[in-house]
């Protein structure tokens, strides 16, 4: 059975710094996908990364993927409050009509 | 963004009732799914679907059905709501099984 573990739960960090997030996962798979979700509101789609090794960025976020190692980061670079959000990571055993295996979430506050 | 819209957005029922949530999808996309969001739960799978008259059982599919009779439309029934199934429910589509797109989400509280 695939395990997504997300860490950590609760991130609560200043303006300007930087952080990661980890997701770790329990069996052999190369295609990762991270969403965010604003407060009240739905998720919506951030990264797929679909082999080892790959590297997406987009403004101050930035999510790779090491399939050898099971673990997909997400980091943050110098927060800001609109970077508050929860962040999740799926993983993908695509195996005919598996769905993806979702982590916890991890909620992340920015604060001044 | 991706055609999805769920009704409906928010409803109170009484325990006991039967509740019907449907999702829509303009995407013709292949893969359906249910969610229930819970604090401290994340997000948890009900049932999925992968194509029409063809859907599975997720991780928390007890007290709840589900039907595909076409395409664009996902059915997800309590069949007598239970004040543990107050929750916001996403449905979300997936072209190829992958990268998800997910509804706006219902809002669900029964008394």
């Known amino acids: 059975e695939l395990k997504v573990e997300q860490n950590p739960l609760f991130l609560s960090m200043q303006e300007g710094k930087n952080y990661t997030i980890y997701c770790n996962y329990s069996?052999?798979?190369?295609?990762l996908y991270w969403y965010r979700q604003d407060p009240g509101k739905s998720l919506e789609s951030l990264f797929v990364l679909l082999s080892n090794g790959a590297v997406k960025q987009e403004g101050r976020l930035m999510a790779s993927l090491d399939t050898k190692a099971r673990l997909s980061t997400l980091h943050i670079t110098a927060a800001v409050h609109d970077l508050s959000a929860t962040y999740f990571c799926a993983v993908d055993i695509y195996s005919g009509n598996t769905p993806l295996v979702f982590g916890k979430g991890t909620r992340l506050s920015v604060i001044a | 963004d991706a055609g999805i819209t769920q009704s409906p957005r928010h409803k109170v029922t009484e325990t006991g009732t039967p509740v019907t949530l449907r999702c829509h999808q303009t995407?013709?996309?292949?893969?359906m799914y249910w969610y229930r969001q819970d604090p401290g739960h994340g997000l948890r799978l009900i049932h999925y679907s992968y194509g029409v008259k063809d859907t599975d059982k997720g991780e928390v599919s007890d007290g709840y059905s589900v039907s595909r009779s076409k395409t664009e439309d996902f059915l997800l029934t309590l069949e007598s709501a239970t004040s543990s199934q107050t929750s916001v429910y996403f449905c979300?589509?997936?072209?190829?099984?992958?990268?998800?797109?997910f509804g706006p989400g219902t809002r669900l509280t029964v008394t």
């Open positions: 979300a589509i997936s072209e190829s099984g992958g990268d998800q797109y």
């Open positions: 069996t052999t798979s190369d295609r």
């Open positions: 995407e013709n996309h292949r893969y």
